[in-house]
């Protein structure tokens, strides 16, 4: 079985500047999906970033960026110039390539952002 | 586009009581899914369906029930609510890679 493993259960940054927060995973299939999820406090969970295990290219979104280690089974976010408003626990999570397959969620990683 | 909405937001049961939580979407997806969230941890799946008609069991599935008689609908059942219970449910719906989720609804049972 897949798993998903956030080892930081909470981080802090302080505005500007860049935070990474890890993620590491366990499968032993060769097609897959990996994301980032962001739960502000409102509880809404919103897509940050995605990753197709196929494409050795890091996934960029503006000032979020993978770095994606797939031999190593290792995909951390980085954060830069960090916002007021990136504060939020973040998910890491893993799908199967396969089509009917399910998400599966890290504990997560609270992150505090100080002006 | 509303996207996926979940009723209610909040919501208080006794031991025992039975409720419904609602799951819509207007996005004609094919695959969705019921999570919960328990304080401090990730999300867990309880039951997913690939398509109207075919559900099937999670991780968590024990003490609920699901079905799905259309695409846009997924409605989560409670039978008999118990403290475990206690929890954030969350829907989500995909077709492609991507997963929309819904806000989420905070069930006590008390």
């Known amino acids: 079985a897949q798993t998903v493993t956030q080892s930081q259960p909470e981080m802090s940054v302080q505005e500007a500047e860049t935070v990474t927060l890890s993620c590491t995973y366990d499968?032993?299939?060769?097609?897959?999906?990996l994301f980032w999820y962001k739960q502000p406090p409102s509880r809404q969970m919103i897509l940050v970033i995605r990753?197709?295990?196929?494409?050795?290219q890091n996934a960029t979104e503006n000032r979020f960026s993978v770095n994606f280690q797939k031999a190593a089974k290792s995909f951390s976010l980085k954060i830069s110039d960090s916002q007021l408003g990136d504060a939020a626990m973040y998910f890491c999570?893993?799908?199967?390539?396969?089509?009917?397959?399910?998400?599966?969620f890290g504990t997560g990683t609270r992150l505090q952002v100080f002006p | 586009n509303a996207g996926v909405t979940q009723t209610p937001k909040f919501r208080i049961l006794k031991i025992g009581q039975s409720m419904t939580l609602q799951c819509t979407q207007d996005?004609?997806?094919?695959?969705m899914y019921w999570y919960r969230q328990d304080p401090g941890m990730g999300l867990k799946l309880i039951y997913y369906s690939v398509g109207a008609g075919i559900t099937d069991k999670g991780e968590v599935p024990n003490g609920y029930n699901v079905s799905r008689s259309t695409t846009e609908d997924f409605p989560l059942r409670l039978e008999l609510a118990a403290p475990s219970q206690t929890s954030v449910y969350f829907c989500a719906s995909r077709q492609q890679v991507g997963a929309f989720f819904g806000q989420g609804t905070r069930l006590t049972v008390v």
């Open positions: 996005m004609n997806h094919n695959y």
């Open positions: 499968t032993s299939e060769s097609d897959y999906y």
């Open positions: 990753q197709e295990a196929y494409k050795q």
């Open positions: 999570a893993y799908r199967s390539g396969q089509a009917t397959d399910k998400l599966i």
